[in-house]
């Protein structure tokens, strides 16, 4: 069945970095824009990053921007994040999601979503 | 603060219609399509309405959407109690060319 499993999450210390990795199934992985968005203990939705089909286009929200990279590796079916220089500001659950409907990636709804993987950044 | 606004909390009682607001501006619900996420207790989000109206498959039609100028709605219709979750809009923003989320609004049916 269509699929998306994060991995990586786990306890850093400030300033130090973690990636996290996102396994698709289930769907032709190489067709759909890919984004992250967390959620901070207790708190909203907030969007991270996107990235197109094919890698080349890559955006961020500029709390990460600088900090955080995105990446896919479309032989593998899986996305990355890149988490540098952490802040305890980060401390989330990270989820990956499928960008769907839209055609392009200003109109992407999320329409699959990962679990989630737990990322605290605390000393 | 989020870019797009929403009502902290919502309420009604089994069987009643609820209406959830999300305000936005001309950068954002004035120009692209605004999405709706369900969110259950300790679950990831689901997609509920895309492209402002659409249903994905599984939805019940009890949920509907609408958008007029830089403001968007979510209304459930025939309120069960299944529906008590946190609800967000989201649209992409323009002008800082990120997704932008509205601070959610936590649904309880009484």
């Known amino acids: 069945q269509v699929q998306l499993v994060e991995s990586g999450g786990g306890v850093v210390q400030p300033g130090r970095s973690l990636r996290l990795s996102c396994a698709a199934s289930?769907?032709?992985?190489?067709?759909?824009?890919m984004h992250w968005v967390r959620q901070a203990p207790g708190k909203g939705l907030e969007w991270v990053a996107v990235?197109?089909?094919?890698?080349?286009?890559?955006y961020y929200a500029d709390s990460v921007k600088g900090r955080f990279t995105i990446s896919r590796d479309n032989s593998k079916n899986t996305l990355y994040l890149q988490m540098n220089s952490l802040r305890a500001e980060d401390t989330a659950v990270y989820y990956c999601?499928?960008?769907?409907?839209?055609?392009?990636?200003?109109?992407?709804?999320?329409?699959?979503w990962g679990q989630g993987t737990m990322v605290t950044v605390s000393s | 603060q989020s870019v797009l606004t929403q009502p902290p909390s919502a309420s009604g009682t089994p069987g009643q219609r609820v209406t959830i607001s999300c305000s936005g501006s001309?950068?954002?619900?004035?120009?692209?399509?605004v999405n709706w996420y369900q969110q259950l207790p300790g679950t990831a989000p689901k997609l509920l309405i895309y492209?402002?109206?659409q249903r994905p498959s599984g939805v019940p039609d009890r949920f509907s959407g609408s958008k007029s100028g830089t403001s968007a709605s979510l209304a459930i219709s025939g309120l069960q109690s299944e529906d008590e979750a946190d609800y967000y809009c989201?649209?992409?923003?323009?002008?800082?060319?990120?997704?932008?989320f509205g601070g959610g609004t936590k649904l309880t049916v009484l």
């Open positions: 289930g769907f032709t992985f190489s067709s759909y824009a």
């Open positions: 999601a499928r960008g769907n409907f839209g055609g392009v990636i200003v109109d992407d709804a999320f329409d699959i």
């Open positions: 989201a649209a992409w923003d323009d002008s800082l060319n990120v997704v932008v």
């Open positions: 001309s950068s954002n619900i004035g120009s692209n399509t």
């Open positions: 492209s402002n109206n």
């Open positions: 990235i197109s089909y094919d890698g080349s286009n890559k």
